[in-house]
């Protein structure tokens, strides 16, 4: 079965790629009748050397998103995974030559196809009096003996362009130009690994992969890598990535050793999250100071992808302070990251975070009697959660992530570890602040936001008196917060249409003589029965308000939840 890809055509999908770009670059212009794009100021180029690069498409943003000053001056493009056409590898040498430049260098990948056209195009270029020089990029690390026809191109290519780019803007010429590039060209290597393939549009995968396995040392054209490895965590591949890399008995390995300094790129294949991609960059960045490498620069992102494919690819260049330099100059190519020239290693990453401020003494704290209550109340609190963990999950799945019930755990959880470090504060407003913060910071989710909310407005009228009164002002204020902040009404099918049915019962306590648990418990009995009346309501916020059935035949478990911790309160202080 062939893979569903959002193109126009397959014939036709590099050459709208290209368009795309062009058309959203005004820095960029197509050649008319090739598919290559090339600067839009060719003319200010006049007596500079001209940087042309290229390949199959697939690879995006490589290699047109790095053509800009300081970097290409054109792209010559290929179908998907296939090398560009001799016709218009020529055609665009002569139009940086008619622009006035005083030779041009190609900057090849290491693959057969782009060696013989870009040759090929070389030679015809020069037979028509145009200076033109080529360097082959095979920055690949996968192959432990080399064969025939050497180290492939990879990643490492997009820092080449950089280098040659730097050395161009600066008026260079073309001879030391490509010495250089093939010095530094020869510092560097790339390893890539993937938990699964790419599929060229119109085609099925490349190769398959079991759910536990991932593919070591593949290329960028879907091909398979050198071996398959069982699925690890990301530390555990990068180490793997790494030590194969810097392996001195491989053949293309690179030679970093303790106290070399480094460019670091984690390249994204195309696929993979940026959540995963940092934690990829947190692992190597980790591995390689462990190992006493100085890490001079980070590029963290997409540079040469392979289509979809969820992997990604390290590469390390050996540099010194004049190649950093180079690395640091200015260019305006859309797809360069915009990189502080400061080293990454050494820098300090953490920042102190500010003191808790000191809390005043509390004149409504009451005491020992009070705090033990509290405490008590709490752990009721949390048993009551941690035993409808499944069933609010169960309810959330119909409407949300099905995740409900493990946050409200995670919240019990977190109060009975903080329970342990001492008993609870006896002023009930320190104690709802204190609850406030936990929550925030160990509940997660849209509730423990609610939670932090309502807790944090809700202790604000107690500073001052714990009258029943005061408790009644307590939660019309913790419910003014929600609204204001969450957006949610009363009818709305959440958390908030249980509190709020309490609510309105506790406005009882305001009258003189009201009695605690009477009110209470009315209060209590409404929270029911709204959390049941829920399902009967079309959902106007949270999660399920986005479904299309919004009429959902489950209680919301928000609501179902914030009912029972008013039910634990209750039994407690029956007691």
Known sequence: MTSKKLVNSVAGCADDALAGLVACNPNLQLLQ???VALRSDLDSLKGRVALLSGGGSGHEPAHAGFIGKGMLTGVIAGAVFTSPAV???????????????????????NYTGDRLNFGLAREQARAEGIPVEMVVIGDDSAFTVLKKAGRRGLCGTVLIHKVAGALAEAGVGLEEITKRVNVVAKAMGTLGVSLS???????????????????????????????????????????LMLDHMTDTTNASHVPVQPGS????MVNNLG??????????????VRSLEGRGVKIARALVGT??????????????????????????????????????AVSITGRKRNRVAPAEPQEALDSTAVGGSASKRMALVLERVCSTLLGLEEHLNALDRAAGDGDCGTTHSRAARAIREWLKEGPPPASPAQLLSKLSVLLLEKM??????????????????????????????????????????????????????????????LQAWKSPGADLLQVLTKAVKSAEAAAEATKNMEAGAGRASYISSARLEQPDPGAVAAAAILRAILEVLQN
């Open 33 to 35: 009748g090739h598919r």
């Open 87 to 109: 016709g218009s590898i020529l055609a665009a040498i002569r139009a940086v030559a008619q622009a006035g430049t005083v030779g041009t260098l190609l900057i090849v990948k």
């Open 197 to 239: 393939s790419c599929s060229v549009p119109g085609s099925k995968p490349t190769f398959e992969l079991s759910a536990d396995e991932v593919e070591l040392g593949l290329g960028i054209h879907g091909e398979a890598g050198v071996r398959r490895i069982k699925m690890a965590t990301a530390d555990e591949i990068v180490k």
């Open 261 to 264: 300094s480094v460019v670091m």
């Open 271 to 284: 696929g993979l999250s940026f959540l995963e991609l940092g934690i990829i960059a947190d692992a190597a």
């Open 303 to 340: 540079f040469m992808s392979a289509l979809e494919m969820p992997g990604i690819s390290l590469t390390l260049l050996l540099v010194d302070e004049p190649l950093l330099k180079l690395i640091d100059a200015e260019t305006t190519a859309v797809a360069w990251p915009n990189v502080a």
């Open 444 to 505: 997660g989710g849209s509730s423990g936001a609610l939670y932090g909310l309502f807790l944090t407005a809700a202790a604000q009228p107690l500073k001052v008196k714990t009258s029943l009164p005061a408790w009644s002002a307590a939660m019309d204020a913790g419910l003014e917060a929600m609204q204001k902040y969450g957006k949610a009404a009363p009818g709305d099918r959440t958390m908030l249409d249980s509190l709020w049915a309490a609510g309105q019962e």
